[in-house]
């Protein structure tokens, strides 16, 4: 949790130290770790906190690398990982990182090529993936960057089911999804994507035929499945489509007359199921139809009430008229929640909704003035017009909110200043008037890494990886541009010991012997050419490390991650190769002209050290 003054809490397990307070002992209740964060996100048992300067700090387990300080120890406390970063997000044991120039960095456990670059094994060190990303997500083995130019991108791998069996399908190295999506919608094996042109695709299982392509196989990439659609509802097994023209149609499993057609068939081809539809909602075995004249209709499974009418414990293969007057509807894996125009809220359903007569359609206690309602696997969120979040039932991930894991029967207050919400199978995620966004609950497979909602797409275009040096090889080497003797990264055309990459990172001409260090003057354009300075100084308080550097800033190609480190070997001990590990210390930043900025880490050294070394670390995005 951040507070509204920037302090990050925490609470839970804390096994691995992921809390960051310091110790390994789980708490129930939110404790203090660190202040001036704008961002967090948490994977299965280590935590990620983006402080307001750009600065990615890490902490808990460590033993793929996932907290991206070169290590491959794991931290109780925060320690730094990433500067220059804009956005964030962690997986189960893997981090990805966007910088202020739109590079994805991706660092951590690589075993199915979750990090993207095509190299397997562990990452500790960050390496860029993808230039030109806006948003990125990460699960429990695979990743997603979602570019400015509207293309989604995926690495890693994910597991599909298919009729006799599973087959783990692998995106590995990095690849695109798809281009010019307006909205998506996932269960546990599959995602569907509504495109800007109203086109449906779905991609991953299809083992009952949800995905309405006609088959029962797994999809890899997405296929288009039918057009004018204008959103989705994705079930246990099955989904719901609910085209432009208010019809809505069904496919997938259907043994307990979920899909509403009429019978007990599995349908691999979306079935029309009724008309002047205004929303869809989909349940473990259960479907909801809100229809524009405020009815709400339901099918499939009756169990314990849920569809809140019909016949009670029984089976509707055709929708039922349930209720009226009401403006929005939810549906949890056996429970239903209906928004009245009046601003009350009516639940029908089962044990997950924790309702002492499930069988009984009734209003829940307290919850007038409401504008949004959303439904998890057994728990329930409502928004009310003043912008609070009320919650109830199952809490075992602390799904609730609460800060603790006991589950209530009645709802209570969890936050205020909150404008959505949404609420996954065992999470929580709130978006409040800030523009910040909240989360709560399991974070098994990295589901609340999450800092910004993905932005639309206006106008979408298709678009290629333009090669890196370009821009910089024509401008110094012209006609020599495409000699990659000349003017490769790891060329030194001008025998300096320089390769082209660090000329180029250090505003160095490649064909002229200048690798001097960076002029220590400050101000204007002082010092904007050379290598980084790297000098020790006695101080009353002890020696003190101090490391500039000129980095690039703003849009540019390639892009370039700067990391300045250390060693006090060469020889691993810090758990990495060669020793390096992330230098440990607070960074100050000041602009130049000309597309530069001059970048000061300082840090103590140990007064009993007898030998140390320090480098910044350049790498390209490719």
Known sequence: FITTGGTALAAGNNSSGQLGDGTKVA?????????????????????????????????????????????????ITPVPAVSGVQSMAAGHSHSLFITTGGTALAAGNNSSGQVGNGAMGQHPTPVPVISGV??????????????????????????????????????????????????????????????????????????????????????????????????????????????????????????????GVGDRSNRSVPAPVMADVAAVAAGGDHSLFLKTDGTVWAAGANYNGRLGGGTLDGIELTPVQVMSGVKAIAAGLSHSLFLKTDGTVLSAGGYYANQPEPWTLMPVPGMNDIQAIAA?????LFLKTDGTVHAVGRNSEGQLGDGTVTDRITPVPVMSGVKAIVAGYAHSLFLKTDGVVWAAGDNFSGQLG?????????DPFPVMLLTPVSPWRQEQFGEEADNAQ????EADPDGDGMPNLLEYAFNLSPLKADAAEVSPGSGGDAGAAGLPNIIIARKPEGPVLTVRYLRRKGNFLPALVYRPEVSTSLNGDNGAEGGWAALNGPETVEAL??????????????????????RVRVTAAP
């Open 27 to 75: 708490r129930s209740t939110p404790v203090p770790v660190m202040a001036g964060v704008e961002a967090i996100a948490a994977g299965d048992t280590h935590s990620l906190f983006l402080k307001t300067g750009g600065t990615a700090w890490a902490a808990g387990s460590n033993y793929s690398g996932q907290l991206s300080d070169g290590t491959l120890t794991d931290r």
């Open 134 to 259: 806006q948003a990125v997500a990460a699960g429990q083995a695979h990743s997603l960057f979602l570019k400015t130019d509207g293309t989604a991108w995926g690495s890693g791998s994910a597991i599909a089911g298919r009729q006799g069996g599973y087959e783990q399908m692998q995106w590995n190295p990095l690849m695109p999804v798809l281009n010019g999506v307006r909205s998506v919608a996932a269960n546990s094996s599959s995602s569907l994507f509504v495109k800007t042109d109203d086109v449906l695709w779905a991609a991953g299982g299809n083992n009952s035929g949800q995905l309405g392509d006609g088959t029962f196989e797994p999809r890899r990439p997405p296929v288009p499945v039918m057009s004018g659609v204008r959103t989705t509802a994705a079930g246990e097994n099955h989904n719901l489509f609910l085209k432009t023209d208010g019809t809505a149609w069904a496919a997938g499993f259907n043994g307990l007359g979920q899909l």
């Open 376 to 380: 998890g696997l057994g728990h329930s």
């Open 450 to 458: 999450v800092k910004t909602p993905l932005l639309p797409i206006a």
């Open 486 to 489: 000349t003017a490769a990264w």
């Open 593 to 614: 002209n000309g597309g530069w900025e001059m970048v000061t880490v300082k840090a103590a050294a140990a007064a009993t050290q007898s030998s140390g070394f320090a």
